[in-house]
């Protein structure tokens, strides 16, 4: 049996991982005596805790959590055994059948002949399961658990089932560790993205322009700039060119770089451009067919502009980056926030070099990164070093030669360049290994970000190459990175990680003036104007409100100095600065005022 191991190292064989599953079928139990007509889907255990899926007759809400968990309770305090039972397929089908749970008839129709099947039956309830579980509930410490939200599955994943009720529990071993993760998530609540996008007018998300798409709002389209705008000069400076590519490619382009045929559950279906929708509508008949589709990946594109002109091994490296939109299929009920997206932007580069200059462009990625990663203040992230699975190599491109070179030297630079990483056998990519980071979100998830891969697929599949010292033609080696991964991620991530209140040389708006009365309004406004002129972000809030309403509404959107302007304010040479996170009122001049915002703009400073 396949040993199952969470994200963060909790094991099978653990008493938690035991006592975490044990729960799920509590929760199952709780749910039957409130719903004796309710069918079972599964109920797995996951990071920190657990869920069950269930087919309801009525409604179920969160509201309703704190009456189930308290008949869990008494559940578990009848000291419960969970008993194991190995049956055949036949007795499994016939016991699943008898108790009208459909959907655990379709799971033991899909399981592999002779893969083991077994009960577990605790009292008068019996649930199809792999287990392993605790002897007896009297195991699981009932004040270290707590059932947290209600959500809608589909069946199987896949939008065309029917959608099921997911009640998600978490369960420690003692209290105080149950209490400090309630704690984060209610900070996590405070910091969730979607809350302060929303708040700060960052981003909008559309059904009537489409689900994970995004539009970004004035302020969010400032952020982006600001970060785009430091993503070209260090690269420009890192010996990078830029190139831009379309948004559509041909099916022809997709099928030679086997996208079509590897890749195709995360592309759109083609798009007929042979003629207009008018046409289409009419019902004309296409004289040119053409089929084009989304693109979900820059490379082949910069791999088409390589292979424009001959190269010899002078051109080499070549390092090209484009900051380019891609779109990729996500089934609706997976898209979340700027995470979780169908359109996104990714800060592509693709270095083209030879083999003796392959350890040298790992090394200077790597080392981008921990730039990047520095910049943005980002300490919290792990190093994943993903190889391929040595027991089924048939599924990967390339050959032995060429994985074992890849691999032995993405290990090397990981050690010279002294990373904390860990080795995941049988992650790496079909066409090649590579370094994966991840970024730790307010729940404490993981989202990779920056990437870094080898690729044998394309370069064989578009017969790239160059002419070596020695006149002959050879194949170059082709590595992929993204830094930020995609805009939209590590902005989502950002937005958490700072829980809105960016560092000055992030924030949309660093500077908010406000007016005391209509009469100060033309000297806040030609204030604003000098600010603006020294490339300073400022806004003037002259609305007609309380001085209180607006300092506490800037205060709200962690707008990082407040200047207030009345009558003294006018008189005075010196300004009055509210700092964020500040009691005190800074007195400051003007010119040392805007010399401060400047130097922490050039230093990028994350703090204030």
């Known amino acids: ?19 975490r599953h044990s729960l799920a079928h509590v929760l199952a139990m709780a749910i039957l005596k409130k719903f004796p007509d309710a069918k079972l889907g599964v109920g797995p255990i996951i990071d920190n805790g657990f869920y069950y899926d269930f087919l309801l007759p009525d409604k179920f809400s969160d509201a309703d959590l704190p009456k189930l968990q308290k008949e869990m309770k008494k559940i578990i305090q009848q000291k419960v055994e969970f008993k194991k039972t190995v049956v055949s397929r036949k007795e499994a089908l016939k016991t699943t059948k008898k108790e009208k749970q459909d959907f655990k008839v379709e799971l033991i129709n899909d399981l592999p002949e002779g893969e083991e099947l077994s009960f577990y039956q605790s009292g008068n309830f019996l649930d199809l399961c792999r287990g392993p579980h605790v002897e007896d509930s009297s195991e699981i410490n009932q004040k270290a658990f707590a059932l947290t939200s209600v959500a809608g ?27 400090d993760y309630l704690l984060m998530l209610e900070e996590a609540k405070k910091r969730d993205h979607r809350k302060i996008g929303k708040e700060q007018e960052l981003f909008l998300i559309d059904p009537m322009v489409g689900l994970g798409l995004v539009m970004w709002q004035p302020n969010g389209a400032i952020l982006w700039h600001v970060m785009e705008e430091f993503w070209y000069r260090e690269h420009l400076k890192a010996g990078y060119k830029l190139v831009r590519t379309p948004h559509i490619g041909s099916r022809q382009l997709w099928e030679t770089s086997g996208h079509w045929g590897f890749y195709n559950e995360s592309m759109y279906p083609p798009l007929e451009i042979g003629q207009s929708l008018k046409s289409a509508e009419k019902g004309a008949e296409i004289k040119n067919k053409e089929e084009y589709l989304l693109k979900p990946m820059n490379c082949p594109f910069h791999v088409v502009t390589y292979n424009a002109k001959p190269k010899s091994y002078r051109d080499l490296p070549i390092r090209w980056a484009e900051c380019g939109t891609v779109y990729r299929y996500e089934k609706s009920g997976e898209l979340s926030g700027l995470t979780r997206v169908r359109g996104f932007t990714q800060d592509d580069a693709h270095i083209i070099c030879t083999k003796d200059q392959i350890k040298d462009e790992l090394k200077r990625v790597s080392r981008f990164i921990t730039f990047i990663f520095k910049e ?12 391929r699975d040595p027991k089924n ?20 630079v990981a050690k010279e360049e002294k990373l904390d990483y860990v080795i995941e056998e049988g992650e790496a990519a079909f066409y090649g290994p590579k ?20 690729d044998f697929n394309l370069p064989e599949r578009f017969d790239m190459n160059f002419v070596n010292d020695k006149g002959e033609k050879e194949q170059p080696y082709m590595l992929h990175r993204a830094l930020f991964g995609s805009f939209e991620r590590f902005i989502g991530l ?11 040389w992030l924030s949309p708006v660093q500077v908010k003036i406000i007016s005391v009365g209509d009469s100060h309004t033309e000297y806040c406004q030609k204030l604003a104007e000098e600010f603006t002129n020294q490339e300073i972000r400022v806004e003037v809030d002259h609305l007609d409100e309380t001085v209180g309403n607006k300092i506490r509404k800037a205060t709200k959107e962690k707008i990082p100095y407040i200047l207030v302007i009345g009558d003294k304010e006018i008189n005075s040479k010196d300004l009055m600065v509210r ?25 990028r400073s994350v703090d204030l």
């Open 579 to 603: 700092v964020r996170g500040q009691q005190d009122l800074v007195t400051i001049s003007k010119q040392k005022f805007i010399d401060k915002i400047q130097e922490d703009i050039k230093t």
């Open 435 to 454: 370094l994966d980071y991840k970024i730790k979100d307010a729940l404490g998830r993981e989202w990779q970000c920056s990437t870094l891969q080898f």
């Open 153 to 179: 599955a589909y069946w199987r994943g896949d939008e065309k089932n029917a959608m099921l009720t997911r009640v998600y529990g978490v369960a420690f071993d003692t209290q105080k560790e149950l209490d």
């Open 393 to 412: 190599k048939e599924k990967y491109a390339g050959d032995d030669e060429g994985w074992e070179f890849t691999e032995r030297i993405l290990e090397e």
């Open 376 to 387: 943005f203040g980002f300490k919290d992230y792990k190093i994943y070093l993903s190889l």
């Open 494 to 504: 950002l937005i958490e990680h700072y829980a809105g209140a960016f560092p000055l």
């Open 1 to 19: 049996m396949k040993t199952t191991k969470l994200s963060n190292g909790v094991k099978q064989e653990d008493k938690i991982f035991k006592i």
